[in-house]
């Protein structure tokens, strides 16, 4: 199983991109999303993929993340949903977008992928919105490996006097929105009730860090009267 590539762009297609690994070119389907956010040809990139294997088709599929790479593994297990489906509600909605949408019950906004119709986008979030905060939760371990895994690419070793400490890097949505899960579902809040709260306080505090995500999903589960 090919999980991971790493080399030089050799050049992008309107639905996907060669990526050249010492010598062998490898053909890499992605999203619009993804591809827009590629380097230009001639430099550097790292995808993580996913290998799909049909009777007469191998076919490998490019995401910037580990989140992504998740929902489109997810997504492929919704029936009616094929490869080119999964990739247009990620290419349309990103990781956080499907993430947000699917723990809503918000199926209008899958819809708005192109060629996914309502019947479709309806089962979509029927059949993962118990899987949303598993996916929400796991959102933190998936960026530590993720950092880790792009400094071993990215980063060349040097000796130890020369080497500049390393700046912290920001936590990101992902790693927020999983953190205020924990919270509160170590507060006793179902893991359903506890990631439509939170993916509807990221929604509104697109910028809100744990304390602040953690605050307004109290309020959204708070008893009404």
Same mark, same amino acid.
């Given at each position: 199983?090919?999980?991971?590539? $790493? ?17 062998? =070119? ?10 827009? =956010? ?38 492929? $297990? ?106 509160? $579902? /170590? ?17 509104? /505090? ?20």
């Amino acid at each position: 199983m090919i999980g991971k590539i $790493s080399g030089r762009i050799e050049y992008k297609s309107t639905d996907h991109v060669m990526i050249d690994v010492r010598g062998i =070119g490898y053909l890499v389907y992605c999203s619009d999303r993804t591809l827009m =956010g590629l380097p230009p040809v001639g430099e550097a990139c790292a995808l993580y993929t996913e290998l799909l294997v049909r009777e007469d088709l191998l076919q490998l599929f490019g995401f910037p993340t580990l989140l992504e790479k998740e929902w489109h593994r997810l997504l492929l $297990s919704v029936q009616g949903i094929g490869a080119k489906a999964a990739m247009a509600i990620l290419g349309t909605l990103g990781a956080d977008g499907v993430s947000r949408a699917i723990a809503l019950g918000d199926w209008g906004a899958v819809k708005a992928a192109p060629g996914v119709g309502p019947k479709i986008a309806q089962r979509v979030v029927n059949e993962l919105k118990d899987k949303a905060p598993g996916v929400m939760a796991l959102g933190g371990t998936l960026e530590d490996a993720q950092g880790l895994a792009e400094a071993e690419v990215i980063e060349a070793p040097e000796p130890a006097a020369k080497r500049a400490p390393a700046k912290p890097k920001a936590p990101s949505r992902a790693v927020h929105q999983s953190d205020a899960l924990s919270a509160l $579902s /170590n507060l006793g809040y179902g893991p359903s009730d506890a990631a439509s709260a939170v993916a509807q306080a990221a929604e509104n /505090n697109s910028d809100a860090d744990t304390s602040v995500l953690i605050r307004e999903a109290l309020k959204l589960l708070a008893p009404k009267g």
